[in-house]
């Protein structure tokens, strides 16, 4: 049975930075590809950052100088590092993993940007 369990979403001010972790049991992430979305309700699901199974990373332009995927095998965990953050970027953070043709949801974590 595969688990993804998320930790460190939080309330921070703009500015601020924030690591996300996503823990794996039951799959192992270093041969699958991981990836962190976020969702504002109301609005569509945004990829913010892609892992591939051999390293390669993704993000969306905007994106692309404030926040980092890595992975962890010896912990068999992904995290996202959020750095300057700013209100927009609030929104519930989830960690997909994908495998041949399975996927695989984490429960999502609360990230709030507010003065």
């Known amino acids: 049975q595969v688990q993804l369990v998320q930790s460190g979403g939080a309330y921070v001010q703009p500015g601020g930075s924030l690591r996300l972790s996503c823990e794996a049991s039951g799959i192992i992430l270093s041969r699958s590809d991981v990836a962190w979305y976020r969702q504002v309700s109301g609005e569509k699901r945004q990829m913010v950052a892609v892992?591939?199974?051999?390293?390669?990373?993704i993000y969306p332009t905007a994106l692309l100088d404030r926040f980092t995927i890595s992975r962890d095998d010896t912990k068999n965990t992904v995290y996202l590092q959020m750095n300057n953050l700013k209100p927009e970027d609030t929104a519930i953070y989830l960690c997909n993993v994908r495998q041949t043709e399975r996927e695989y949801w984490g429960h999502g974590t609360q990230v709030t940007v507010s003065a």
């Open positions: 892992m591939s199974a051999g390293g390669e990373t």
